[in-house]
């Protein structure tokens, strides 16, 4: 599924994981415009996230994610917008492979704490990450769900705690949830294949 590079330090998706990310480009650049902020499109692939695409705040912001970094997903946007749609199987699977090391104050540590978000993510359509893997960086992010409801991927809006108040971050929750469903609608007229999720 993933190949390392040595000189960059990161990994590059493989045929499976990576044929998301073009159907995405257009639908990206229009989010990364109209909002002005950091757009991340992210799958799954064993429990992990792996970040496929990125578009640039108009003043880009120092964070952990980039294309080709794998991630954890019991802390992240994204990771948990896809945790929150995966079986029950499949979720038990991802969970085994989650650290819930505390990177910040709050990090949800704990699997029952984690298990307990997913059910607000499922409920309100997006998932948030109010600095819970990295200090001063809040991010809201839409599960892409194929019309049969499998999880395909993320995208997320992120953006720093210091110029974005968590009222305007929520007010993103539209845009980016649109975003996600244009995305899938695409991804439905493909014949989008398997790939192993958690």
Wanted: net charge negative; aromatic share 4%; proline share 5%.
């Amino acid at each position: 599924m993933l190949a390392y590079d040595e000189d960059r330090q990161t990994y590059a998706p493989g045929m499976r994981l990576s044929s998301l990310a073009p159907l995405a480009q257009q639908v990206l650049d229009r989010l990364a415009v109209d909002l002005g902020q950091t757009i991340h499109l992210a799958q799954l692939d064993n429990g992990a996230v792996l970040y496929v695409d990125k578009r640039n705040a108009k003043l880009p912001v120092e964070m952990f994610a980039q294309s080709g970094k794998v991630g954890p997903a019991y802390c992240t946007g994204v990771g948990k917008a896809m945790l929150a749609h995966l079986p029950e199987d499949k979720l038990a699977a991802a969970l085994s492979r989650q650290s819930f090391h505390a990177h910040t104050p709050n990090t949800l540590t704990t699997p029952d704490a984690l298990r307990d978000e997913l059910v607000r993510i499922r409920q309100r359509g997006y998932a948030l990450d109010d600095e819970e893997h990295e200090t001063g960086i809040a991010c809201l992010a839409a599960p892409i769900l194929s019309g049969t409801g499998r999880i395909l991927g993320a995208i997320s809006v992120t953006t720093t705690t210091a110029t974005t108040s968590r009222d305007q971050l929520l007010s993103l929750a539209g845009p980016v949830t649109q975003a996600a469903a244009q995305i899938a609608a695409t991804a439905d007229t493909w014949r989008f294949p398997e790939h192993k999720q958690a």
